[in-house]
């Protein structure tokens, strides 16, 4: 619904339709006044609501909570309310569907709101004690193992998790054996309980719940922080595909320096789909395995210019250099490589009555970044796509100097042919260009987004010896939450334990931001924010490498 005040004055009628014989109609009017409706009727339709969802469908009431959802996000101040009908809504009868909808909603809720919090976990707590479906009780078992460690008193949990050791399916028991560990992990008075427990579980009759306790078990007994980040609480962030690729290639070569690991490449953090009107009766496309970094990877391995340059770290997303109503279109994707950056430029030519030939993008040499190949397109027809490539070659000499401003120049031989036929004349052409807009490389394309799930842990882990401190005046924001949305798009680093939020009313704010850097390093960022006068930063880096340390840190200045 893209302007539900429009609809407000339909309020008094859509109330009527609540107790239509028709539940289609009932459905479809219950949540549009969900969406519709103010702060002061949430109260009064969440009741009318609670004795409506018994007389419904299972597809229906899964349409309800999702509108539930949405005025969750809506009237955050309401969460309370919301937390005590979903609860209830809950215990209900349902199939697998009503039940997802109803436990991603609370966990929407209680990610959102520190009030509703421990209430939810409390319910969903509630929920696992006789929960059918291992989907959600392995889902919910997470959330308690990231959650439930830093709450006030996280010991109310281990009961709730290990009853699913005892009773549950080997899924379910496997889960809960990571959940102990985490809490294991993080709660140092719970930790002689917590190896206890695993210990139990060392003589499951499931492989896979032996294995996970005995490893847990084993580098819990060792007591070393650094050892319980990287293992138990902030596990692998590089591709499985791609971790598979590089072992066998490995493995195939006469390579003699040991595997390494920061070669692999990482775990992009993708951003959420849109959201889909659950009324919508269409179908999402089938989901393709392969992602747009293993697309990108195999495409460039063809290009014989770009076979030695490793692989591939991070691609941007595709950015406009041209109007998209002009003669010819170019968009262009940076991929970004250990040591060289390869331009990739889609053309499209959309006169039909040229043909365009050995098309490339010329960029005119800056001072530090060196342009080492050009791969042009032989051939560009009336509106077909036509790809061209140019490499640069990262500045070596000055490793903090990563920016610049690229001035782009489109050039090609330009061929007359017939408009209905394509057939070019039998001329030879004559040479043109087009000036496109510049292309900026940033520090956020040297910045892969890796999230961390325990920031403190990770921060302890990567210790001071790399720390870089600066403050800073951030004069073109006035609001503490634009303050963040422009320092995590500069950065291009991922906003850890929903730090991305500011609280209303506040006039402080710690955000916390985690990422790997070219080259492998992991990169971790706490900066506190104070909004007096405009607002005022203190930025504090840490890294594995002082480059990378020191290219965050400067960043912003």
């Known amino acids: 619904m893209k302007h539900p005040s429009a609809v407000t004055a339909c ?26 409706g103010n702060e002061s009727s949430v109260e009064r339709l969440m009741k009318q609501i609670t004795s409506f969802m018994s007389e419904i469908s299972d597809e229906f009431k899964v349409v309800v909570v999702r509108a539930i959802s949405e005025l969750c996000q809506k009237y955050p101040h309401k969460h309370a309310v919301m937390m005590n009908y979903l609860s209830s809504m809950l215990r209900d009868e349902g199939g697998f569907a009503y039940k997802k909808a109803i436990v991603e909603c609370i966990i929407d809720v209680l990610e959102e709101s520190t009030e509703s919090k421990e209430s939810g976990l409390a319910h969903l707590c509630e929920f696992i004690e006789d929960c059918e479906h291992t989907v959600l009780a392995t889902k919910i ?37 990571s959940a102990l560990a985490r809490f294991g ?31 847990y078990y084993h580098t819990l007994n060792n007591r070393q922080k ?68 293993d697309i990108y990877t195999e495409q460039l391995r063809r290009v014989p210019e770009f076979a030695q340059l490793g692989n591939l770290f991070k691609s941007s997303e595709p950015i406009e250099l041209t109007e998209s109503e002009t003669e010819y279109v170019v968009t262009c994707i940076k991929h970004v490589f250990a040591k060289h950056i390869v331009l990739q430029f889609n053309c499209t030519n959309t006169l039909n009555d040229q043909i365009l030939e050995d098309v490339s993008v010329q960029i005119e040499q800056g001072d530090s970044f060196e342009v080492i190949a050009y791969v042009s397109c032989p051939s560009l027809p009336y509106n077909q796509l036509g790809t061209t490539y140019a490499c640069l070659l990262i500045p070596e000499d000055d490793l903090t100097d990563v920016t610049t401003s690229l001035s782009c120049t489109l050039k090609f031989v330009v061929k007359d042919c017939d408009p209905n036929t394509g057939e070019a004349d039998d001329d030879d052409g004559y040479g043109d260009e087009y000036a496109l807009e510049d292309c900026d490389i940033n520090v956020a394309d040297h910045v892969m987004k890796v999230p961390k799930a325990s ?12 720390e870089f401190e600066d403050t800073f005046g951030l004069s073109s924001v006035s609001t503490l939450q634009d303050a963040v949305k422009d320092i995590i798009k500069y950065l291009g680093m991922q906003s850890c334990e929903r730090s991305d939020k500011v609280q209303d009313g506040k006039a402080t704010h710690s955000l916390l931001l985690s990422g790997v850097y070219r080259g492998g390093h992991s990169v971790l960022a706490r900066a506190k924010l104070v909004l007096r006068d405009g607002v005022t930063m203190q930025l504090t880096v840490r890294s594995s490498d002082p480059i990378a340390a020191q290219v965050i840190t400067s960043a912003v200045g």
Request: hydrophobic share 35%.
């Open 11 to 36: 309020n008094l009628d859509l109330e009527n339709l609540i107790t239509d014989v028709n539940r289609s109609i009932a459905t479809l009017a219950i949540t549009t006044l969900l969406k519709t």
């Open 226 to 293: 650094p050892l319980n980040s990287a293992y138990i609480l902030n596990g692998l962030t590089v591709s499985v595909r791609s971790l598979e690729r590089c072992l066998e290639e490995y493995v195939q070569s006469t390579a003699e320096e040991p595997f390494n690991m920061k070669t692999v490449p990482l775990v992009s953090v993708t951003n959420p789909e849109p959201s889909v009107d659950p009324l919508s009766t269409s179908r999402k496309p089938k989901e393709t395995t392969a992602t747009k970094h």
């Open 141 to 177: 078992i997470h959330l308690l193992g990231r959650e439930g460690p830093k709450t006030p008193n996280p010991s109310k949990y281990i009961r709730f998790i290990y009853n699913r050791v005892i009773l549950e399916n080997e899924a379910v028991r496997a889960a809960a054996v």
């Open 455 to 466: 920031f403190g842990s990770a921060w302890e882990e990567l210790g001071d010896e790399n």
């Open 185 to 215: 992990a993080q709660c140092d008075d719970l930790l002689p309980s917590i190896l206890s427990l695993l210990s139990r579980s060392m003589m499951d009759e499931d492989d896979e719940v032996r294995d996970r306790a005995t490893f």
